[in-house]
């Protein structure tokens, strides 16, 4: 259809890709691009990737593959692989896949609609895959042309310096680059000024961070980052802030200034999620960790002792080369002696152009399936327990939006937030009434397995903002008595 630029974007893995798909769908909007549902509606197919983890890539191969049968159907049809498995494998996926056109690296992004433009005018395949090593630039949010959370992600870092043995991160995201602390305080200061009230911090080590225009290090460890003051600058810079978080920490930052951040800076989250990975010295040690199970118990300790009702949360592989049952069962005393109140657990799978790559992966699949429903059985004791407690309490809820399980029928909605400790809360409201984007006190009344429901006192409802279906809101607004 002549004058038509229309494209479906879809993103697998983690929240920094969920980051650079908004940038993605803004730098094409900005070139007159609009967005739609269906592959099937548009001239323009990008997938965005996750490579981390073998299922994901394979997720990936299989829905490029699925359209192959749309592709010879309508030959002009641009399909662009993004991400983690563009950057990994370039030109190699373009030989791999006969019908994809374009490869394209997480620091291309700013390039895509002209090289689209380009695939369109009849160009042949091409991959772009650079980092930005010379010329770092971050990508500037437009929160005016796309979405309007009540939770905005902004990027501080890019890259891994880490060398973890089993990651594929240092290689697809390439070595850690810093963005000027003034551009994170511009940026978190946009999105606050739009309505949000929460901004999440991205970065693959969120806590290396350095910028020469803040205050030194508190000493000359070198594990000591300029991350807390960083933290302090945008508590500063930007009141209108209500929540700051912050993923993903390496635990060898995690130090005792990290902490004292926590106790001070009101806005903090009370919660961290600090990834382990596991908890046998043994294992660390081979996973090139640089932390013992003691350093993490320490540290890991020092952050919950700063709030009193923080929580932590964390990864852990099961089923890393040479794993025995002794070190899983280091890896389930660790879970319970540091009292994580949720974890993501992941089977080991090897990973190209890893270190892990030299050892052999020699524990049995069933066992790493074994081990990992042990974890989540132990997490999710402590986990209910947790939640459980809760119940009685009144919590600030930072509403996002409509339930994903709301039904859209009858009288009352289903609206969904978070607390402080990023609980996922539901309550029910009248449908006239629009909880997006509202921070209220809601009272707990129930603990489901891996969220909470909650009561709004009816004072607060009645000061709620009707809904209207025409405008969406995104004033932030306040009810109740944070
Ligand atoms: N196998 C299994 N899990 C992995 N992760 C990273 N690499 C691998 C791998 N090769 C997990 C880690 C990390 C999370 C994002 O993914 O737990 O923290």
Redesign the pocket.
Known sequence: MPGVSRYYLETFG?QMNVHDSDRMGEVLRAHGWTAVNSPDDAELVVFNTCS???KAEQKLRSEVGKLAPLKAARPELVIAVAGCVAQQEGEKLLKRVSHLDLVIGPDNIPELPKLVQEQLAGAPPRARTEFDLVETSFLSASPDAGRKPSSAMVTTMKGCDER?S????PYTRGPERYRPAAEIVNEVAKWVATGAQEVLLLGQTVDSYRDASLPPPASDDPDESQFPSLLRLIAREVPGLKRLRYT?PHPRHATESLARAHAEVGILAHHIHL?V?SGSNRMLKRMIRRYTREEFVVRARRLLAAQPDMTMST???VG?PGETDEDFEATLSLVQEVGFTAL?G??????PY?P?LRLVDDVPEAVKAERLARLFATIDLQGNAHLARLVGRQEEVLFEGVSKTDNNMGLKRRFQGRTIRNEIVHVLVPSEFDLTNVMATATITRANKHSLEGDLDPGTVALLPRTSRASSRSLPLIVGNP
């Open positions: 983690c981390v983890r073998e973890c089993f990651c594929i991160v993903s990834p990975q990864d852990i592989i890393f993501f992941f089977k080991y799978s090897p990973r890893t892990a």
